[in-house]
């Protein structure tokens, strides 16, 4: 892995610094480190913690809407965005999270299945 240390700790700042946002801090320093795996390039994890936070803000303020996960999962959405800002970018990296009023929890579970910041890429 690239990203060292210092670059790990600013990401797990800056998503902690969104407001609105609940996450379990075990699971969030595990995504971070997940984010740097995959993109371990300084410019391309920066550009990814960057639009993660965008994303989360936009999601809390409600400014861009989600799909509903199934079955047992049903209390919980998932939304997908891009890591790097770019005409015709795939949207490889997604968020899982519940909605409360004027906020989000996000999950706190490393299973496929489990609520969470989770990419693709």
Known sequence: MAVDDARLRA???????VEGLSMDPDSLVEDVYLLAYAFPE???FEAAVANTCRALTALIAERVSASMLKYEFDTWSSYHYQPRV???AHATCRIIFRGTEG?????TSATAASPRISTSA
């Open 11 to 17: 990401a797990v700042d800056a998503i902690t610094d």
């Open 42 to 44: 300084d410019d391309d």
């Open 86 to 88: 770019a005409q015709g």
């Open 103 to 107: 906020s989000i929890e996000s999950g």
